[in-house]
């Protein structure tokens, strides 16, 4: 993998927020809600790969083990990271909560 195609990764689909159209019917963007929710589907679709590649390969059908691995820890980084993020999202609205006004 070239260092240039990093940015690609499905984990770090949240560095591409400028990417993110407006919400639909004119009313106010929320980038961070459209890429957070991106982002949890991209999680979702490769956990669905990973288990279509944990059905092949148990099938017999031509799946080598060694894509099946590779399905299986891209799912599995993927998740952490989603976890990582959301465990960053609640400390920080914790934290705010705690603020005095």
Known sequence: MDVKDIVQLPQLAFLRAREVP???GGGEAHPFADV???SLDEVNTLQQKADAAITA???GDKMSLHDTMIAMEQADVSFR???QV???IVD???EI???QV
């Open 22 to 24: 407006a919400a639909a």
């Open 36 to 38: 957070l929710k991106s």
């Open 57 to 59: 390969l148990a099938t």
């Open 81 to 83: 990271l989603m976890m």
């Open 86 to 88: 959301r465990n960053k």
């Open 92 to 94: 920080a609205y914790q």
């Open 97 to 99: 909560m705690r603020i």
